[in-house]
């Protein structure tokens, strides 16, 4: 989706915006950023406001948001991106409600290093300096559909038993899927294809790529309306990797590819599977620090229920351009297509942050002339743990802590977070597994209480 094209301008003015809030009988617009935690938060403003907010003079206190600073240095201000604006289509007739996507600024106007968009534009001048243009993002955000109690509370209810690609009546999330898809037409997004996912009540909506800012954008706002229409359904929408024992987790995937203008930097008509030097010191740096970034790219302890063996999730660190069980896949499209697939990626990350450290490590592959190893070409999965030490494939940390351990070892993805977001996000995540270290569950009790 481009954001441009929904408003049918390019580079979207004050005045365009203006127009649009009277004609389509604007009533509030929500002026929304993403914390550090990849969760979207939102002032909202009515009308009358508009002129304030477009002139950046909409200040908010960010001393209440986790993770972004102190009480003694609270004022922030939100500086919109016009480009963003969008009316909610679901909102009522006699008062619709819009949204523009803000950046954070400090009162002097620099941008708030705490501040995640901010901070991947922040890497994307790095890449610009090294001769690229875009950074350029394809994702496929997989989610669970799961029944509403009478209260309006989630439950783990599934409804439907479907499984890959079925077609009604055993999907019987397909109404819902179908609704959440045609509002997201008339958002402007461009849906590339929608299916039912291997695991029951699991769904999964691709849409088209676009650079790496508002492929980022288009996630958020692709969140919030799966979890909207779902409700609307008597369902409820969870981006959690992995709600149920014993099936599929939901994944991510990115798919990533460099940009000079309009010539893809990965692509070589005359390389081996036509990858250019490029793609593969790209793809080198990945494989290099992808342990390091993985606390970011899987930031939660149920991310790591989901990366285990046998349920299609990556878990050890190889690439091939045959098969479905490396971290790394090579889709088969070549020429401006030509791209890298990055299957460890779930959905409960910050994109921006994941972008921001995945373009990191890409960009010391390249600055540094990093090679690849040898491609496997083989199911990892049916390999023992000899075969995958002889052929050099490490695994992906296990937990949270094992994956903020080798965050902390890696310089170049701490830098890529900068030492704000990399220090608050260290400290949220340390609490987080505590809490989940020290929490006594139902299978423990089950386990022991009668044996011990």
Same mark, same amino acid.
Not at 87 to 100: N, S
Not at 251 to 257: Q, R
């Given at each position: ?14 005045? @365009? $915006? ?41 200040m ?26 969008m ?5 009522? @007739? ?7 996507i ?9 941008p708030? @290093? ?14 610009e ?16 559909l799961?029944? *509403? ?5 989630p ?24 609704? $959440?898809?045609?509002? *997201? ?18 769904h ?24 909207? $229409? ?59 620090h ?15 229920k ?31 297509? %030509? ?24 960009l010391d592959?390249?600055? %540094? ?13 049916t ?7 002889a052929n ?22 701490i ?22 270290? %020290?929490?006594? %569950?139902?299978?423990?009790r ?7």
């Open positions: 989706m481009t954001n441009k094209a929904v408003n049918g301008v390019s580079n979207t003015t004050k005045g @365009e $915006i203006k127009k649009m809030v009277a004609e389509k009988n604007v009533k509030f617009i929500r002026l929304q950023f993403t914390d550090i935690l990849g969760t979207v938060k939102n002032v909202e403003i009515p009308a009358s406001q508009l002129d304030k907010a477009l002139d950046n003079k909409m908010f206190d960010g001393s209440s948001i986790e993770g972004f600073v102190r009480i003694e240095e609270s004022d922030m201000y939100l500086c919109p991106d016009l480009n963003t604006f009316i909610f289509p679901w909102t009522a @007739e006699k008062g619709k409600v819009a949204r523009l803000c950046d954070i600024n400090r009162p002097d106007g620099a708030f @290093e705490g501040d995640p968009r901010s901070n991947l534009k922040r890497l994307l001048k790095e890449m300096e090294l001769g690229f243009t875009d950074f350029n993002l394809g994702p496929e955000p997989e989610f669970f799961f029944k *509403l109690d009478e209260e309006g509370a439950t783990l209810d599934l409804n439907d038993d479907g499984g890959y690609f079925d077609l009604a009546p055993t999907d019987l999330g397909e109404n819902c899927r179908r609704d $959440i898809v045609l509002e *997201l037409e008339e958002m402007g997004f461009e849906i590339e294809a929608s299916h039912h996912e291997v695991a029951p009540g699991q999964e909506i691709d849409f088209k790529y676009a650079n790496a800012v508002e492929a980022c954008d288009n996630i958020q706002t692709f969140k919030l309306v799966v979890k909207t $229409i779902a409700r609307k359904h008597g369902l409820h929408a969870t981006f959690m990797p992995k709600p149920l024992f014993g099936v599929n987790g939901s994944g991510m995937h990115f798919n990533l590819s460099l940009f000079k203008g309009r010539i893809n930097a990965f692509w070589d008509e005359g390389a081996d599977l036509q990858l250019s030097k490029t793609a593969k010191n790209f793809m080198a740096g990945v494989l290099k992808v342990q390091g970034f993985t606390a970011v790219t899987n930031p939660i302890v149920n991310s790591y989901r990366l285990v063996p046998g349920y299609e999730a990556p878990c050890y660190v190889a690439w091939s351009a045959q098969n479905r069980s490396p971290l790394i896949r090579i889709p088969a499209s070549r020429g401006l297509s %030509t791209r890298i697939e990055l299957r460890s990626v779930d959905p409960s990350a910050n994109p921006y942050l994941a972008m921001a450290v995945i373009l990191a490590a890409g592959g390249i600055k %540094t002339d990093l090679e690849p190893p040898a491609p496997v070409d083989r199911n990892i999965y390999m023992n743990a000899e075969e995958r030490e050099g494939i490490a695994s992906l940390p296990g937990t949270l802590v094992d994956a903020l351990s080798l965050l902390a070892k890696d310089k170049v993805i830098d890529a977070l900068g030492k704000h977001i990399y220090a608050n996000f260290k400290e949220a995540k340390e609490v987080e597994f505590n809490k989940f270290r %020290t929490t006594v %569950t139902q299978w423990e089950d386990q022991y209480m009668r044996m011990y």
